[in-house]
């Protein structure tokens, strides 16, 4: 069974950074796309950046240049640096991972595991 578990949400001021990190365990097979996730209250979940098995990224074009996702398969960790954080990334964030071919890699249909999830808070 894989799990994933998120880590390094926190509350920060406008501006300010965050890194996540997601520790997944269990895999029995090649895993082919890992992401990140947000939802804000009254939203629906939403693709933030995707990472492949050759580290191929795709980024939500409202985080470029602000997220970077990365991979550690040594650790099995899945990473999200978040900088210049503004208030409309205030979401709880979740780890997902795929465990077939993806598509469309900020769907959320196309990710099998997820995470409990991790709160960020960007107040002004």
């Known amino acids: 069974q894989v799990q994933l578990v998120e880590s390094g949400g926190n509350s920060v001021q406008s501006g300010g950074s965050l890194r996540l990190s997601c520790a997944a365990s269990g895999y029995t097979s090649r895993r082919h796309y890992m992401g990140w996730f947000r939802q804000a209250p009254g939203k629906e979940r939403e693709g933030v950046a995707a990472i492949d098995i050759h580290d191929g990224t795709t980024y939500a074009d409202s985080v470029k240049g602000r997220f970077t996702i990365s991979q550690d398969n040594d650790k099995n960790t899945l990473y999200l640096e978040m900088n210049s954080l503004k208030p409309e990334d205030t979401a709880m964030y979740y780890c997902?991972?795929?465990?077939?071919?993806?598509?469309?890699?900020?769907?959320?249909?196309?990710?099998?595991?997820w995470g409990q999830g991790t709160q960020v808070t960007v107040s002004q």
């Open positions: 997902a991972a795929a465990g077939g071919l993806v598509t469309v890699p900020l769907l959320t249909d196309e990710y099998n595991y």
